[in-house]
């Protein structure tokens, strides 16, 4: 679990690194109306510190974020005044309303465990639709996509603060584990390093567009994506 301090490294280092959140999110825009949904009302499931769910709330009327981690939606909160965010699992939360978009992004949803959660949690994100509403998810790598050994490296530096990331992921059974290493330099506090390690299960195509169609919906998958993972993206019933 993330402290404030390590949510804060998180964001510094994708803001230097260059991911674009506005063009993210446009797309998953554009992939709903091309499916006949003009969204009104956004719910992004495993929102983080808010990077997608700030451009996502300057789109639609009503915007809302579920997270696990206090301390990520402590800095989201700060960042997204506007949204109603709460804290839930993706597994079991309940809002008590729907939406005409759900998204689940940056391949969160490859912390199920398996494929029974895996399963829960599309139907959790299923329950919170609107009819004919669009649920959008960035899955991990496939299992044949999974690159053994991979290495990432990057430093970022803003204001009188530097912050060296470096990954490495190895296959163990059907997850992948990352170990991640972080040295922060501050002018004020010196060096510190942390490491987080994650495992996330590669699921195949095949199991996250049946947990799709289990939940009801109709599934697609989109190739490319903000990642090159892909995006699955499905509709609920008129």
Not at 44 to 54: I, S
Request: hydrophobic share 40%; glycine share 10%; net charge negative.
């Amino acid at each position: 679990m993330y402290t404030a301090d390590h949510a804060e490294v998180y964001d510094l280092v994708y803001r230097g690194r260059g991911k674009d959140y506005a063009a993210e999110v446009s797309q998953v825009m554009d992939l709903a109306e091309r499916r006949g949904i003009l969204p009104s009302s956004l719910l992004d499931v495993a929102c983080g510190t808010g990077a997608h769910l700030e451009h996502f709330a300057d789109l639609v009327e009503r915007a809302e974020g579920v997270e696990l981690s206090e301390e990520m939606i402590g800095l989201a909160r700060r960042r997204v005044p506007s949204a109603r965010l709460h804290t839930g699992d993706m597994r079991d939360f309940s809002l008590g309303t729907t939406f005409s978009l759900v998204t689940c992004m940056f391949s969160s949803i490859g912390y199920m465990r398996d494929t029974i959660e895996l399963g829960l949690a599309l139907s959790c994100l299923a329950r919170h639709l609107e009819p004919g509403g669009v649920v959008v998810v960035e899955p991990w790598w496939f299992p044949e996509t999974f690159i053994e050994g991979y290495v990432s490296a990057h430093v970022v530096e803003e204001g009188r603060r530097s912050v060296s990331r470096v990954s490495h992921s190895v296959r163990e059974g059907g997850d992948t584990v990352m170990e991640v290493h972080f040295v922060v330099a501050d002018a004020g506090l010196g060096v510190r390093h942390f490491v987080d390690v994650h495992r996330i299960a590669l699921f195949t195509r095949e199991e996250y567009e049946t947990a799709f169609r289990d939940a009801g919906l109709k599934v697609e998958f989109i190739e490319g994506g903000p990642s090159g993972r892909g995006l699955l993206v499905g509709t609920s019933p008129v």
